[in-house]
């Protein structure tokens, strides 16, 4: 075994991780190297002298601040989607209070098509009258379609 495969297997042999052949192994090249041999028993040293030192805990001080800042984050974190919301909110209530017909301007808009499409049906209706007279006003009466959803919509000035 050369002694770089056997540094990559101190931990685990220190550990009992490995299988009865490979610790054989190990401890055959231990039993002819002593730099390998050394190096086992300075990492198993620092070990023993690591466990001694027990479970110290963080300070009082230290856990009550780190709580206290966890805390914060979690409420802060909570609180974000209450910004977003508002200013959504907001911009529903600006378009509509823009988009909004006002009362006068439906009864024109609903006349307007009334008068419209009377017009387009005298039109149609006139189909045994003589060419000639409905070609001059044929062509300004056309069938057109109903406003859209927004066709009432308009700039308004407004001032708070």
Avoid at 7 to 32: C, F, G, P, V, W
Avoid at 65 to 86: C, D, K, T, Y
Wanted: charged share 25%; proline share 5%.
């Amino acid at each position: 075994m050369r002694c770089e495969d056997f540094e990559k297997s101190i931990s685990a042999y220190l550990d009992e991780e490995l299988d009865t052949e490979e610790t054989r192994r190990l401890e055959q090249h231990m039993a002819t190297c002593s730099v390998c041999s050394a190096t086992v028993r300075g990492v198993h040293q620092v070990r023993l002298a690591l466990s001694g030192l027990g479970n110290s805990g963080a300070p009082a001080s230290f856990r009550l601040g780190l709580s206290g800042r966890l805390q914060e984050e979690l409420v802060r974190q909570q609180q974000l989607w209450i910004r977003p919301l508002a200013m959504g909110l907001a911009l529903v209530a600006a378009l509509a209070i823009l988009l909004w017909p006002e009362p006068d301007q439906e009864t024109e808009l609903s006349s307007h098509w009334q008068r419209r499409n009377r017009a387009v049906e005298l039109r149609e209706g006139m189909g045994t009258a003589p060419r000639r007279s409905t070609e001059a006003w044929a062509g300004r009466f056309v069938k057109l379609a109903p406003p859209g959803p927004y066709s009432h919509a308009r700039i308004r000035t407004v001032s708070y």
